[in-house]
């Protein structure tokens, strides 16, 4: 949890505190060598672990792989010289590392494996107490408390226009901890908002998405799920200012979510910074509403994107590396 941190700026009040665990593990791992360390996402922090276990001689694993091809392209120099075996998420992912010559498997997506092809809508329902035709709206904001100041009041403001026009609509919000619960209730009572049937807070956002016929999210790894439960979505993506001056110059690629990483185009809907607003994703869950048939094909790739990346995660990220150890099967 302490290397929980996202953005360029943030992290820097973070950095002391960083480096002492960074200077413990290592301590730790050159007295006690393992056959191999295996750095789980946390880029910035691990690979600099890497980097020196490495020097000292231990082999290096890097799980879920830095998204070198979207921005900072000039780290794979670094990577090569820190990791042993890359092990990455998604198919389109591998390429650069194996143009670099740094040893890369890609294994696939843990939820990918975990989440089936059958639809729980009707159960997860029923067990809410939903009834089945409601027209139910999952309402995401994200799990970090900035991204929920910045994105939730522009969620309710949809929420509340999109009522407008369709009164009987019903929005689930899953709140990943009582911090957020309590942040995101201040948010609703801000707003005249109150919780109760039409606005239900909940601790599950899996259990939201599967119940909603449509999903208002953050970008980020959520959106990979909705994916995978097959919910049509909008993808809102908002920064620090700051943070997104720096990004906006560094990121080139033209699409942020998930959902279009994996399609190879733009499949979902995206927002950006000042292009989220209450319009425009009050547009979207009345375009939605409007037209649910329209999401049919979108559904249809879903269901082939999850097939592509559903390889046994687990099993193949073992195999990898008992692979580069030397153990045999």
């Known amino acids: 949890d302490r290397l929980s941190v996202m953005g360029f700026v943030e992290p820097l009040g973070r950095l002391p505190e960083l480096f002492g665990i960074k200077r413990q593990l290592r301590e730790y791992f050159v007295a006690n060598p393992p056959l191999a360390f295996i750095g789980i996402d946390a880029p910035d922090f691990n690979l600099r672990l890497e980097s020196e276990l490495h020097n000292a001689g231990i082999k290096t694993v890097h799980y879920v792989g830095p998204s070198v091809w979207a921005y900072r392209a000039k780290r794979i120099v670094a990577i090569k010289k820190a990791v042993d075996l890359m092990l990455t998420l998604f198919p389109f992912e591998t390429q650069i590392y194996k143009d670099h010559g740094i040893k890369v498997a890609c294994v696939g997506h843990p939820l990918a494996d975990q989440i089936g092809f059958t639809d729980a809508k009707q159960q997860v329902r029923a067990e809410l107490g939903i009834d089945q035709d409601a027209k139910v709206i999952a309402l995401m904001p994200g799990s970090r408390s ?184």
Do not use: W
Request: aromatic letters at 6%; proline letters at 4%; one cysteine or more.
């Open 146 to 329: 900035g991204e929920i100041n910045r994105l939730a009041p522009i969620f309710f403001g949809a929420a509340i226009k999109s009522l407008q026009r369709n009164p009987s609509l019903r929005f689930l919000i899953p709140c990943s901890s009582a911090d957020n619960r309590r942040l995101i209730g201040d948010i609703m009572r801000q707003l005249g908002l109150l919780s109760g049937e039409q606005f239900c807070l909940l601790d599950d956002s899996r259990q939201a998405m599967s119940a909603a016929d449509f999903v208002v999210m953050a970008s980020g790894t959520a959106t990979l799920e909705a994916l995978l439960l097959r919910r049509p979505m909008v993808i809102c993506y908002k920064l620090a200012a700051l943070t997104f001056a720096i990004a906006s110059k560094m990121v080139k690629i033209p699409n942020v979510g998930l959902p279009n990483l994996l399609a190879g185009k733009r499949l979902v809907p995206e927002y950006l910074q000042g292009q989220v607003t209450v319009d425009a994703v009050s547009g979207e869950i009345i375009k939605f509403v409007s037209e649910p048939e329209s999401t049919a094909a979108m559904l249809k790739e879903f269901t082939s994107i999850h097939k592509r990346i559903r390889l046994g995660a687990s099993a193949q990220a073992v195999n990898a590396i008992e692979s580069l150890v030397g153990i045999k099967a």
